[in-house]
Every structure is written in C-alpha cells, then in structure tokens.
C-alpha cells in the first residue's frame, strides 16, 4: 500500500509531511500559530494530495490487488 501511495506523491506517505502537521500543532500550543489557521494550511496540503489521489486511484487498486495477488492474501469473491 505505501508502495501505491508513493507512486501518488511521497507527501502523502513522508516524515516530512507528518513533521509539518507536528510543528503546526506545536505552533498552537505555544500561542504562536491560530488553531483554525492551522487547520486551514493542513486542509490545503492534503486537499491537493488528495485531489492527485482520487485522479490516479483506478490505477492505484489496480497495483494493490496485483500485489495481494502475488502474496496470495486476495482471494476471489464468487
């Protein structure tokens, strides 16, 4: 799956994008940063992300059943 998620955009699955949301929250408990304010730059990262997502996600579970199907986790529903 994090193999399919990078093939997105490494923001979605990268430390970094985690540490940005940390340092955000970090901001608000220290006084220096609005809680709506932080919000509102987190919702503008992922909204982009996820717009990129739901445009390649045929593409993406195509990849994921593929991968369970090599690892012999999927089985056929009939």
């Known amino acids: ?3 399919s998620l990078r093939n997105v955009d490494l923001k979605l699955v990268s430390p970094q994008t985690r540490r940005i949301v940390e340092e955000y929250m970090n901001k608000i408990v220290e006084g220096k940063k609005e809680y709506r304010e932080a919000l509102d730059e ?6 982009t992300l ?4 739901k ?4 593409r993406i579970l195509a990849k ?10 999927y089985k056929s529903i009939r």
């Open 55 to 58: 445009e390649k996600i045929d």
């Open 42 to 47: 987190t919702l503008k990262l992922y909204s």
């Open 50 to 53: 996820y717009r990129q997502l």
């Open 64 to 73: 994921l059943v593929d991968s369970m199907k090599k690892h012999h986790t």
């Open 1 to 3: 799956m994090i193999c």
